[in-house]
């Protein structure tokens, strides 16, 4: 640990050219995703679609990601991430076609987000169960640090950059560009290169319907595996619907408007990249227990002052500690899984954390939603943000053993 260097992951010749590919790649995706909802609001003047579409995108995540678990183990992860980026590139390509052409209906829009939604869903857990494959189990911290720092970086300049291009041409430009960023993700996969005692192989076929409950019973099983999962789900549950719930506070509790609304998702989004940097200089270190408890602690207190502040430099810190709490919880989760999983389950285990990281959000969002309409927004955001805080600390009391994880 000790020799250790910062962004060591890099030095691998097949990580770099994933992570550069990666980050042009999401770049595009962030452009699109801006330049989605922007099309949608014009196309109906209806927030109940915006809303819509954000389902569409992410309830296949909730469906078919633990499916995508079992193909990650029985295929070459390599062969699934460029399969995947070259069907996304071909559906941003009719996205940009049918836009620029003008007959571009809500409804297709609706279509392509469920369709995109659902590569993801096959595309995360091969691509999370990749990095050890390409850095080794030393280096795996590290790689997904670096990797969430290229998500989080991508989701800062996506945005603004597409809204310069939508200014100076026109929204199918944004579509345009993202198709093409996937070519970088393509040539990266194709000019990567392994032994072959470095590219694990794809487990022994059993059924589809074994292998599921195989992955289950293993998580069931296990008691690291399925309190690191836990603590991923209460964040994602009660936490994360606070995304939801920023436009709300930045017109009529904080009263900033449009531009206080940009500032407050940069200052999430700011305080996300700062601690996967932080985590990416740090390296591998014992006590990743102990941060995933701490981690998450941090993200809870924020969002609570967050949820009753009226004033707004404080409101903009306490999001910049979400952002560092949440993405350090997550990153500390991801590489403790990976270490203490099989190879051969590796897909499985991480297709159950998308699931839970990403599905029970959307599942919370409902929820969450759904008493701010009964309560108001912030009685429902400090409700949440207490439970979060009051979940992650009957972990650490009902299984203390969790600070020990990752301590050797």
């Not at 993700?185 to 192989?201: G, N, S």
């Not at 289950?216 to 549950?237: A, M, P, W």
């Not at 990403?358 to 969450?368: A, D, E, P, R, Y």
Request: one cysteine or more.
């Amino acid at each position: 640990m000790s020799s250790f260097k910062p962004f060591a992951a890099l030095t691998y010749r097949n990580f770099r050219l994933f992570w550069v590919g990666s980050v042009i790649s999401l770049t595009g995706t962030w452009m699109h995703s801006a330049a989605q909802g922007w099309l949608v609001f014009e196309l109906t003047n209806s927030p109940f679609y915006l809303g819509l579409t954000s389902t569409a995108s992410t309830l296949p995540i909730l469906l078919f990601t633990l499916l995508g678990g079992v193909v990650a183990d029985r295929m070459s992860k390599k062969t699934i991430i460029m399969t995947t980026q070259i069907v996304l590139m071909v559906i941003a390509l009719i996205m940009a076609t049918i836009v620029s052409a003008g007959v571009v209906k809500v409804w297709h829009v609706l279509i392509i987000a469920f369709l995109i939604g659902s590569v993801h869903a096959f595309e995360i857990p091969a691509r999370q169960s990749f990095f050890i494959e390409m850095v080794g189990r030393e280096n795996l911290l590290n790689a997904i640090a670096l990797n969430s720092a290229a998500f989080h970086a991508a989701r800062m300049a996506g945005p603004a950059v597409a809204g310069v291009i939508m200014g100076i041409w026109s929204i199918a430009a944004c579509f345009y560009i993202n198709t093409l960023s996937f070519i970088a993700a393509i040539v990266a996969l194709i000019k990567m290169r392994f032994r072959p005692e470095d590219e694990k192989r794809p487990a022994q076929k059993k059924g589809l319907y074994k292998e599921f409950a195989e992955g289950v019973k293993y998580i069931f099983s296990n008691q690291k595996v399925f309190t690191l999962i836990l603590s991923v789900g209460i964040i994602s549950f009660f936490g994360f619907p606070y995304i939801t719930f920023l436009p709300v506070y930045a017109k009529e509790i904080l009263k900033t408007g449009a531009t206080g609304l940009g500032i407050l998702m940069g200052c999430a989004g700011a305080g996300a990249f700062t601690g996967a940097i932080i985590l990416a200089f740090r390296g591998d270190f014992s006590g990743k227990g102990l941060l995933l408890i701490v981690s998450g602690i941090v993200f809870s207190l924020a969002l609570l002052v967050f949820s009753i502040s009226m004033t707004i430099w404080l409101s903009y810190l306490m999001l910049f500690l979400v952002g560092l709490g949440a993405i350090n919880q997550i990153a500390t989760a991801n590489s403790l899984l990976q270490l203490n999983v099989p190879d051969e389950l590796r897909g499985r285990i991480m297709s159950s954390f998308t699931t839970v990281f990403l599905g029970m959000s959307t599942i919370g969002n409902f929820t969450v939603g759904s008493y701010a309409a009964l309560v108001g927004t912030k009685t429902a955001l400090l409700t949440s943000s207490v439970f979060c805080l009051v979940g992650t600390l009957l972990l650490v009391m009902k299984k203390p053993e969790i600070l020990d994880i990752g301590s050797d």
